[in-house]
Protein backbone atom coordinates (compact mmCIF):
# COMPACT_ATOMS: atom_id res chain seq x y z
CA UNK A 1 0.00 0.00 0.00
CA UNK A 2 1.17 3.61 0.15
CA UNK A 3 3.23 4.75 2.61
CA UNK A 4 2.03 8.07 4.67
CA UNK A 5 5.37 9.32 6.47
CA UNK A 6 5.58 11.88 9.75
CA UNK A 7 7.89 13.67 11.26
CA UNK A 8 8.59 14.25 14.29
CA UNK A 9 7.27 11.29 15.92
CA UNK A 10 7.76 12.51 18.99
CA UNK A 11 8.51 16.68 20.21
CA UNK A 12 8.34 18.10 23.61
CA UNK A 13 8.34 22.06 23.87
CA UNK A 14 8.14 25.06 26.03
CA UNK A 15 4.92 26.37 26.14
CA UNK A 16 4.89 29.80 23.84
CA UNK A 17 7.10 28.18 21.28
CA UNK A 18 5.91 26.97 17.66
CA UNK A 19 5.80 23.69 16.68
CA UNK A 20 6.12 22.56 13.22
CA UNK A 21 4.65 18.79 12.09
CA UNK A 22 5.88 17.46 8.15
CA UNK A 23 3.38 14.83 6.67
CA UNK A 24 5.13 13.43 3.33
CA UNK A 25 3.26 11.05 1.01
CA UNK A 26 6.22 8.99 0.05
CA UNK A 27 5.04 6.95 -3.34
CA UNK A 28 2.21 8.91 -4.61
CA UNK A 29 0.60 12.19 -5.18
CA UNK A 30 -1.74 13.57 -2.59
CA UNK A 31 -3.74 16.66 -3.79
CA UNK A 32 -5.40 16.60 -0.10
CA UNK A 33 -4.80 15.45 3.32
CA UNK A 34 -6.15 15.26 6.35
CA UNK A 35 -4.74 16.85 9.60
CA UNK A 36 -6.64 14.98 13.00
CA UNK A 37 -6.20 15.28 16.34
CA UNK A 38 -6.28 12.98 19.11
CA UNK A 39 -6.77 13.29 23.08
CA UNK A 40 -5.83 10.35 25.07
CA UNK A 41 -8.42 7.64 25.28
CA UNK A 42 -10.59 9.71 22.59
CA UNK A 43 -11.58 9.20 19.14
CA UNK A 44 -9.70 11.17 16.30
CA UNK A 45 -10.96 14.58 15.19
CA UNK A 46 -10.83 15.90 11.73
CA UNK A 47 -8.98 19.13 12.19
CA UNK A 48 -8.91 20.39 9.01
CA UNK A 49 -8.15 19.00 5.25
CA UNK A 50 -4.98 20.32 3.19
CA UNK A 51 -5.54 21.13 -0.29
CA UNK A 52 -2.36 21.84 -2.67
CA UNK A 53 -2.18 25.14 -4.11
CA UNK A 54 -5.08 26.58 -1.91
CA UNK A 55 -6.15 27.51 1.67
CA UNK A 56 -7.19 24.20 4.11
CA UNK A 57 -10.33 23.77 5.27
CA UNK A 58 -10.86 24.24 9.04
CA UNK A 59 -13.36 22.61 11.30
CA UNK A 60 -15.92 23.74 13.47
CA UNK A 61 -13.64 25.03 16.29
CA UNK A 62 -10.42 25.29 14.89
CA UNK A 63 -8.64 28.02 15.13
CA UNK A 64 -6.47 28.41 11.96
CA UNK A 65 -4.23 31.01 12.99
CA UNK A 66 -3.21 28.77 15.50
CA UNK A 67 -3.07 26.12 13.37
CA UNK A 68 -1.33 27.09 10.37
CA UNK A 69 -1.20 24.31 7.36
CA UNK A 70 1.01 24.01 4.18
CA UNK A 71 0.25 22.52 1.67
CA UNK A 72 2.94 23.64 -1.10
CA UNK A 73 3.40 20.18 -3.25
CA UNK A 74 1.91 17.27 -4.25
CA UNK A 75 3.51 15.44 -1.63
CA UNK A 76 4.03 17.38 1.40
CA UNK A 77 1.90 19.20 4.10
CA UNK A 78 2.89 20.72 7.17
CA UNK A 79 0.85 21.31 10.49
CA UNK A 80 2.39 24.11 12.19
CA UNK A 81 0.83 24.70 16.30
CA UNK A 82 2.11 28.42 16.75
CA UNK A 83 2.29 29.50 20.32
CA UNK A 84 1.92 26.37 22.20
CA UNK A 85 0.27 25.76 25.25
CA UNK A 86 -0.16 22.39 27.28
CA UNK A 87 -3.93 21.94 25.87
CA UNK A 88 -2.36 21.58 22.51
CA UNK A 89 -0.66 18.54 24.16
CA UNK A 90 -2.11 15.66 21.62
CA UNK A 91 -1.20 13.11 18.97
CA UNK A 92 -1.39 14.61 15.70
CA UNK A 93 -1.98 12.49 12.83
CA UNK A 94 -1.94 13.17 8.95
CA UNK A 95 -3.89 10.98 6.42
CA UNK A 96 -4.04 11.35 2.41
CA UNK A 97 -5.72 9.09 0.02
CA UNK A 98 -3.85 7.51 -2.86
CA UNK A 99 -6.34 7.90 -6.12
CA UNK A 100 -5.28 4.92 -7.37
CA UNK A 101 -6.57 3.31 -4.34
CA UNK A 102 -9.91 5.40 -4.90
CA UNK A 103 -11.59 1.59 -5.07
CA UNK A 104 -11.06 0.19 -1.59
CA UNK A 105 -11.66 3.79 -0.20
CA UNK A 106 -8.42 3.35 1.75
CA UNK A 107 -7.13 6.31 3.72
CA UNK A 108 -3.22 6.15 4.74
CA UNK A 109 -1.94 7.19 7.85
CA UNK A 110 1.24 8.69 8.77
CA UNK A 111 2.48 7.30 12.35
CA UNK A 112 1.45 10.91 13.95
CA UNK A 113 3.25 12.81 16.08
CA UNK A 114 2.82 12.95 19.64
CA UNK A 115 3.09 16.70 20.91
CA UNK A 116 3.77 17.37 24.64
CA UNK A 117 4.00 21.29 25.31
CA UNK A 118 5.63 22.14 28.89
CA UNK B 1 -22.90 15.87 9.18
CA UNK B 2 -22.30 12.34 10.81
CA UNK B 3 -22.77 10.47 13.69
CA UNK B 4 -21.11 7.58 14.33
CA UNK B 5 -21.83 5.13 17.29
CA UNK B 6 -20.21 2.04 19.06
CA UNK B 7 -19.65 0.17 22.17
CA UNK B 8 -16.83 1.77 23.92
CA UNK B 9 -14.99 -1.51 25.41
CA UNK B 10 -15.79 -5.43 24.63
CA UNK B 11 -13.86 -8.43 26.28
CA UNK B 12 -13.19 -11.70 24.23
CA UNK B 13 -11.50 -15.17 24.89
CA UNK B 14 -8.62 -15.79 22.51
CA UNK B 15 -9.54 -18.11 20.13
CA UNK B 16 -13.33 -16.92 20.05
CA UNK B 17 -15.18 -14.57 17.81
CA UNK B 18 -15.92 -11.27 18.41
CA UNK B 19 -18.43 -8.56 16.52
CA UNK B 20 -18.34 -4.95 17.20
CA UNK B 21 -21.31 -3.12 15.85
CA UNK B 22 -20.95 0.37 14.76
CA UNK B 23 -24.73 2.31 14.18
CA UNK B 24 -24.16 5.46 11.87
CA UNK B 25 -26.94 8.45 10.30
CA UNK B 26 -25.23 10.80 7.97
CA UNK B 27 -26.79 13.23 5.70
CA UNK B 28 -24.76 11.89 3.21
CA UNK B 29 -22.69 8.46 2.74
CA UNK B 30 -20.08 7.19 0.56
CA UNK B 31 -18.81 4.32 2.42
CA UNK B 32 -18.15 2.56 5.64
CA UNK B 33 -14.97 2.07 6.92
CA UNK B 34 -12.98 0.11 9.90
CA UNK B 35 -9.61 0.74 10.99
CA UNK B 36 -7.47 -0.97 13.66
CA UNK B 37 -5.63 1.63 16.32
CA UNK B 38 -2.93 -0.08 18.48
CA UNK B 39 -2.84 2.23 22.07
CA UNK B 40 0.20 5.14 20.70
CA UNK B 41 0.16 4.15 16.89
CA UNK B 42 -2.18 5.44 14.04
CA UNK B 43 -4.65 3.92 12.66
CA UNK B 44 -4.26 1.15 10.08
CA UNK B 45 -7.17 0.02 7.60
CA UNK B 46 -9.05 -3.00 7.98
CA UNK B 47 -12.41 -2.92 5.44
CA UNK B 48 -14.10 -0.48 3.45
CA UNK B 49 -18.21 -1.12 2.67
CA UNK B 50 -20.23 0.81 0.31
CA UNK B 51 -22.54 -1.61 -0.90
CA UNK B 52 -24.89 -4.04 1.59
CA UNK B 53 -23.19 -7.30 2.22
CA UNK B 54 -20.27 -9.21 3.87
CA UNK B 55 -16.76 -8.32 3.01
CA UNK B 56 -14.73 -11.09 4.01
CA UNK B 57 -10.47 -10.91 4.13
CA UNK B 58 -8.94 -13.54 5.94
CA UNK B 59 -10.20 -13.17 10.34
CA UNK B 60 -11.62 -10.10 9.71
CA UNK B 61 -15.22 -9.75 8.13
CA UNK B 62 -17.00 -6.53 7.99
CA UNK B 63 -21.09 -6.06 6.95
CA UNK B 64 -23.08 -2.87 6.14
CA UNK B 65 -26.69 -2.95 5.79
CA UNK B 66 -27.57 1.21 4.50
CA UNK B 67 -30.86 0.78 5.10
CA UNK B 68 -30.33 0.26 8.36
CA UNK B 69 -27.44 2.34 9.12
CA UNK B 70 -25.71 -0.47 10.31
CA UNK B 71 -22.21 -1.75 10.42
CA UNK B 72 -20.11 -4.51 12.44
CA UNK B 73 -16.88 -5.99 11.73
CA UNK B 74 -16.19 -9.17 12.82
CA UNK B 75 -13.03 -11.16 14.06
CA UNK B 76 -12.45 -14.93 14.21
CA UNK B 77 -9.97 -17.22 15.86
CA UNK B 78 -9.11 -13.92 18.14
CA UNK B 79 -5.33 -13.97 18.82
CA UNK B 80 -3.65 -11.71 21.39
CA UNK B 81 -2.49 -9.35 19.58
CA UNK B 82 -5.82 -8.35 18.05
CA UNK B 83 -6.22 -6.20 21.29
CA UNK B 84 -6.77 -2.80 20.43
CA UNK B 85 -9.06 -0.01 19.25
CA UNK B 86 -11.61 -0.62 16.32
CA UNK B 87 -12.78 2.52 14.79
CA UNK B 88 -15.70 2.48 12.73
CA UNK B 89 -15.86 5.59 10.50
CA UNK B 90 -18.25 7.08 8.08
CA UNK B 91 -17.39 9.10 4.35
CA UNK B 92 -19.99 11.47 3.25
CA UNK B 93 -20.92 11.89 -0.01
CA UNK B 94 -18.89 13.30 -2.82
CA UNK B 95 -16.23 13.23 -0.21
CA UNK B 96 -12.87 11.98 1.06
CA UNK B 97 -13.23 13.33 4.78
CA UNK B 98 -13.83 10.67 7.51
CA UNK B 99 -15.72 11.31 10.46
CA UNK B 100 -14.66 8.41 13.63
CA UNK B 101 -16.33 6.71 15.86
CA UNK B 102 -15.05 6.81 19.50
CA UNK B 103 -13.70 3.49 19.11
CA UNK B 104 -13.90 0.43 20.31
CA UNK B 105 -11.51 -0.70 22.62
CA UNK B 106 -11.52 -4.84 22.46
CA UNK B 107 -9.56 -6.73 25.08
CA UNK B 108 -8.63 -10.56 24.58
CA UNK B 109 -7.98 -12.54 27.10
CA UNK B 110 -6.02 -15.85 27.69
Known amino acids: GAVVSQHPSWVICKSGTSVKIECRSLDFQATTMFWYRQFPKQSLMLMATSNEGSKATYEQGVEKDKFLINHASLTLSTLTVTSAHPEDSSFYIC??????????????FGEGSRLTVL | GQNIDQPTEMTATEGAIVQINCTYQ??????LFWYQQHAGEAPTFLSY????GLEEKGRFSSFLSRSKGYSYLLLKELQMKDSASYLC???????????FGKGTKLSVIP
Open chain 2, 26 to 31: TSGFNG
Open chain 2, 49 to 52: NVLD
Open chain 1, 95 to 108: SARDLGFANTGELF
Open chain 2, 89 to 99: AGSGAGSYQLT
